[in-house]
């Protein structure tokens, strides 16, 4: 049933590091693909793909989305201590009325 | 001025009993949802609601019962507490149905069944 598979499950880097988390999955009918940050408590929203091969960047963070491969990169450059959360993928379904969610990755960044 | 608001933040129980989770959005969305968050994170969607009306049901045990008094409420009871039933249950809304994307999810509620 694991649809949207997040890798690593974990990481630690220190701060200043780049990372690069990937979410691949196995649908290929699907409105979006969406990246979430969950620190202590809610997931807040970071960047929505519906294009292939088209970056999003926000700051330090950009996403891309690769439709013929079938995964999402997220990339944090210059990686700070308040970066540390968890770090979720979802799929929007062709009808945007669900999403799946991917296990997260924990990110820590060590000062 | 939260936007989704859940209560209780923690709830902590005994197996067998019942109890209600409440939920109020004040951004005027027209779709709410309960999500719910296992010991690995998985997020799953349980249910959604539009403008009152059940739209989705994720097979969930009918020990779970959504109501929706008003499109701003969502609340969520569950009779006969199951070991199983410990998460994160998170509400979430967005501003229309096909809209989900743009979630604005809740601070959760965890639930602990003794």
């Known amino acids: 049933e694991d649809k949207v598979v997040q890798s690593p499950l974990s990481l630690v880097v220190h701060e200043g590091d780049t990372v690069t988390l990937n979410c691949s999955y196995e649908v290929t009918n699907f409105r979006s693909l969406l990246w979430y940050k969950q620190e202590k408590k809610a997931p807040t929203f970071l960047f929505m793909l519906?294009?292939?091969?088209i970056e999003k960047k926000s700051g330090r963070l950009s996403s891309i989305l690769d439709k013929k491969e079938l995964f999402s990169i997220l990339n944090i450059t210059a990686t700070q201590t308040g970066d540390s959360a968890i770090y979720l993928c979802a799929l929007a379904n062709n009808a945007g009325n669900m999403l799946t969610f991917g296990g997260g990755t924990r990110l820590m960044v060590k000062p | 001025d939260t936007a989704v608001s859940q209560t209780p933040k923690y709830l902590v129980t005994q197996m067998g009993n019942d109890k209600s989770i409440k939920c109020e959005q004040n951004?005027?969305?027209?779709?709410m949802y309960w999500y719910k968050q296992d010991s690995k994170k998985f997020l799953k969607i349980m249910f959604s609601y539009n403008n009152k009306e059940l739209i989705i049901n994720e097979t969930v045990p009918n020990r779970f019962s959504p109501k929706s008094p008003d499109k701003a409420h969502l609340n969520l009871h569950i009779n006969s507490l199951e070991l199983g039933d410990s998460a994160v249950y998170f509400c979430?809304?967005?501003?229309?149905?096909?809209?989900?994307?743009?979630?604005?999810f809740g601070s959760g509620t965890q639930l602990s069944v003794l």
């Open positions: 519906t294009s292939s091969g």
């Open positions: 979430a809304s967005s501003r229309r149905q096909q809209l989900n994307e743009k979630l604005f």
């Open positions: 951004l005027g969305h027209d779709t």
